[in-house]
């Protein structure tokens, strides 16, 4: 368990970095959350205060994928599924907002899949 340094260390930069980014209808926030066996994604728009589309390791069309993949090959499958949703939505371009986590590993990982698949950010 994270101990209380750690906890306001960890909310000065989520803070930091969510500071500087907002989301739109247009242009939502992609928002990524990893946690230890899973990695959540969800595009917001602040203007409204919406989620426009989600997706995670423990959605229905990747879990039964997930499972058998390394945790980087799965943010891959959240990063493309994530991507798909907003496609269909009619929405190219997003913020990417990487919350505490560092552009690295699975959180990097989502986020070229989501570009190769047609996202813009």
């Known amino acids: 368990m994270a101990t209380k340094k750690v906890e306001k260390i960890r909310a000065k930069r989520e803070k930091k970095v969510r500071g500087k980014i907002t989301g739109t209808e247009t242009r939502p926030r992609l928002s990524v959350f990893r946690g230890a066996k899973h990695i959540y994604v969800q595009a917001i728009a602040d203007d409204s205060a919406r989620t426009l589309a989600e997706a995670s390791t423990v959605s ?6 997930a499972q058998g993949l390394k945790k980087i090959d ?8 994530v991507s798909q949703r907003l ?20 959180v990097k990982a989502l986020a070229d899949a989501a570009r190769e698949a047609g996202l813009k950010f």
């Open 60 to 65: 229905k069309e990747i879990k039964d994928i």
């Open 74 to 81: 799965a943010a891959k499958e959240v990063g493309k599924l």
């Open 87 to 106: 496609l269909a939505r009619g929405i190219e371009r997003v913020v990417f907002d990487r919350g505490r986590f560092l552009y690295h590993g699975r």
